[in-house]
């Protein structure tokens, strides 16, 4: 699986952004997968995931009720909606995918198959 994320720019905070990740193969839907960031000077922290289906999201806590993960199996795509952003949400953001029929919550252990190349986000204040 490649992948591919896009959508970071400069935004003010109290701004939005979404963020996509496309996806190659055909078997897009057996996929978990989730957000990552990381700011400078920290390390990775888990930020959201979904299931296969989508019918399951689960979110960090410090982004809890401001973004929402979704995905759109027929493009092979999941987006991160990005809102009410904060100067401490600055980091780049990877896309991520579980194993092959794995379930989301291997996300939230760091237990990451494939990653895609990070895209910036920065917020002003």
């Known amino acids: 699986v490649q992948l591919q994320a896009s959508g970071g720019g400069l935004v003010q905070a109290g701004g939005s952004l979404r963020l996509s990740c496309a996806a190659s193969g055909r078997t897009f839907s057996r996929y978990a997968m989730g957000w990552f960031r990381q700011a400078p000077g920290k390390e990775r922290e888990f930020v959201a995931a979904?299931?296969?289906?989508?019918?399951?999201?689960y979110y960090a806590d410090s982004v809890e009720g401001r973004f929402t993960i979704s995905r759109d199996n027929a493009k092979n795509t999941v987006y991160l909606q990005m809102d009410s952003l904060k100067p401490e949400d600055t980091a780049v953001y990877y896309c991520a995918s579980a194993g092959l029929d794995s379930s989301w919550f291997v996300l939230t252990k760091y237990e990451v198959a494939y990653w895609g190349q990070g895209t910036q986000v920065t917020v002003s204040s």
């Open positions: 979904i299931s296969w289906s989508g019918g399951t999201t």
